[in-house]
């Protein structure tokens, strides 16, 4: 929606993304107010275990505000406690957020709005031997990312466009530089930072032989299947993992398994992003067998960190979004049914598919170009890669 209110009429306080997730993984309650039209928040809002979240269009506070009714909407507001009002840019939400301040209410405005919510990117290290591993959260869509660092080399896995930079410059802070840049497989919720980093920064773009045939149109290198990827003196094992896609391959550092989309902390793939409905039930039963029979070769203790997190993912003590193999056998219903009874209740209730997942598989093969504002927007909204728990 077109964001040119007038200005709030009074100063308020606000609140910067940073500070948003803080109070998140903190548990601590978080009373929203979003300003945007129904159909932006009902595709993409900030949510979680302590978010209470009502949509109010900003329409109706300038009504409001003309016929001197601002205190009938007060009471549409769900939730106890401050209020922090939301819009896609931060400027309807600041005018908003001042009415509020100016009728009472301690009000405060979300600092750039769902644009900076979606700009936020942290990184936390993961234990791991004889590397360092940095697992980087980007807490707007749950994209999880991996820089592995070891002696004066690094790999960047699953990387986002958006941040490239931020890569390069966490390797150069760790005295390392960014030898590598690796898909686990063709990515269908973001886009993906692999030839940006290739062509910028020249760093070599890595994909697993299936991601090549399902028709990549520029230059990569295969990911080895037989020997190890080295990095400094960490070998990167390729480990395949098919189900999410054809191509979908895990990464294995130490007792460490990159898992991408293939095994989530609370489900696990959903099977029809590359064949469709028609060809969900094919990759299903390799899905099955990825998690049975491909996962049950590595050992209990292996550290598995997914490529998303949902939005009930509760995190770990440090942040963290890993578990071990055998807490997610004994976690996740779906390692415990055989192969029919999955396949039926994986494809029975597939969530949406991620907005915009053609053009962004496209681009991602290099059939399709974007530039950056436009790729920015395109993967705006939840990352819908998991199935539905089961």
Known sequence: MAETPPEPPTDHPSLTAATLKERLDAGDPVRLLDVRDRDEFEAWHIGGPSVTATQLPFAKFLQAKVTGDVEGLLNDIDGEGPVT???ARGEASAFVAGLLVDHGVDARNLTDGMEGWARLYEARELPADGATVLQ?????????????????????????????????????DHDATLRYTIDTHVHADHVSGLRALASDHDIEPVVPAGAVDRGVEYAVTELPSEDPLSVGSTALDAIPLPGHTTDMTGIRVGDTLLAGDSIFLESVARPDLEAGDSGAPELARTLYETLTDRLDALPEDTLVAPGHRGETTDANADGSYTARLGELRDRLPALRLDRETFVERICGDIPPRPANFERIVAINLGADAADDDTAFELELGPNNCAAAPL
């Open 136 to 172: 980087y959260e980007r807490p707007a869509t749950g994209c999880l990312s991996y820089l592995v660092v070891s002696d004066g080399d690094a790999a960047v896995v699953d990387p986002l466009r958006a941040f490239t930079d931020r890569y390069v410059a966490d390797a150069a």
């Open 85 to 87: 009002a939301v819009c």
